[in-house]
């Protein structure tokens, strides 16, 4: 059985998975304005924290955790082993993919697509509506991508397979697959290294995304 705490509140047709926790004052199936009455997903083992929001028509995977006041929007998607830390906003129909860490205080743009085993740093923002004019142009971050602390990514990006971003970024234009790129506006600076996938596939992803053949298959075809 799901553990519910008394304070928080579960609306609609929402669906708890074996083996979850929802914390105090969280609240599950929040209305949207599209007021569909379907409630929200989430699968087992999962652990949703004080004060977490999560709209109606949002579906969560298995073995998600998240920190305290985040709020996740109608027709998110989010796959299996995910963390999303406190004081998040995952936007309105983003896609997260499986084994995915994104870090407190970020905010994942409308429509915006985060492929498996990608790391975001704190304070990330994906800034979909970057030219304020009311068209989204959402962001797609590949496989085994780490994008490094306050950086911003701009709207109709794509930053390409296992490519490493610098803290305090801006990333304004498509990013090469194993690249590092840095500053404002975000520049390639040199390749990824096999050693630095090594390291990466052996600390943080282990056996779930295999990040290694990605990286020998991109060097074979250059």
């Known amino acids: 059985m799901a553990e519910i705490k008394d304070t928080a509140r579960v609306y609609g047709k929402s669906r708890i998975g074996e083996g979850t926790k929802i914390m105090d004052y969280s609240i599950i199936g929040m209305v949207s304005r599209k007021n569909t009455g379907n409630g929200a997903v989430i699968g087992k083992n999962c652990t949703i924290r004080n004060h977490n929001c999560i709209y109606e028509d949002a579906v969560i995977g298995d073995d998600f955790q998240s920190g305290g006041l985040t709020q996740i929007r109608e027709d998110v998607r989010i796959g299996n082993d995910c963390k999303v830390g406190t004081l998040c906003t995952i936007e309105i129909g983003a ?9 407190g205080h970020c905010n994942i743009g409308e429509w915006s697509k985060i ?9 990330v923002i994906m800034a979909t509506d970057f030219k304020m004019d009311g068209n989204i142009r959402p962001a797609t971050i590949k496989p085994g991508v780490r994008i490094g602390s306050n950086s911003t990514i701009v709207g109709g990006v794509t930053i390409g397979e296992g490519a490493i971003i610098g803290a305090h970024s801006v990333v304004t234009t498509d990013i090469p697959p194993f690249t590092i790129a840095c500053g404002i506006p975000a520049r390639p600076v040199k390749k990824v290294t096999e050693e630095d996938v090594v390291k990466f596939q052996k600390n943080m992803m282990k056996d779930r995304v295999d990040i290694l053949s990605l990286f020998r298959s991109h060097c074979k075809s250059q």
């Open 115 to 123: 492929h498996d085993g990608v790391f975001v740093g704190p304070m």
């Open 95 to 103: 896609v997260i993919g499986n084994h995915v860490n994104i870090q």
